[in-house]
């Protein structure tokens, strides 16, 4: 079950949480479904078991489901407090950086700034001196 953030093209209602029904297939929308549930995911996963019992029967149902083509996917969280990755954490990647397999993980942070929605632009500063080449 994937959980998604959006907001649904020509209405002023916010941000939604919804349930997508595959990849790039349509997306429930939790809040149609129950009034009761809230408008992020944050607060869905607060919820616990009943928020996510709740989109699972949303999902099961196949109600309320909004197409892809009429909704902006957004980032997974809005404004998380940190963010801690793990670099170099598949055997695949290693191998494609020519980089040794590390023994240990590798952690940093980003700052929350960074996360974006999965389609949005990613903006540089003109004066940024990576213009050139963006690694993602």
């Given amino acids: 079950m994937r ?28 809040k149609t479904f129950d009034p009761s549930m809230p408008s992020t995911v944050r607060e869905l996963l607060q919820l616990g078991d009943k928020g996510l019992e709740c989109a699972q029967r949303a999902l099961a149902s196949g109600q309320f489901v909004v197409d892809r083509a009429n909704i902006q996917l ?8 940190k963010v801690v990755c793990v670099g170099m954490n598949y055997r695949d990647h290693c191998l494609e950086q020519n980089a040794p397999i590390p023994k ?33």
Avoid at 10 to 25: I, M, P, S, T
């Fill in 104 to 136: 240990e993980p590798i952690i940093f942070s980003k700052f929350p700034s960074a996360i974006t929605g999965p389609y949005d632009d990613i903006v540089l500063p003109p004066e940024s001196q990576v213009r050139r080449k963006l690694c993602y």
């Fill in 74 to 81: 957004l980032s997974p969280i809005l404004a998380p407090e």
């Fill in 3 to 30: 959980l998604v953030q959006f907001r649904r093209s020509g209405y002023a209602d916010g941000v939604r949480v919804g349930v997508e029904q595959g990849e790039g297939l349509g997306v429930v929308d939790l």
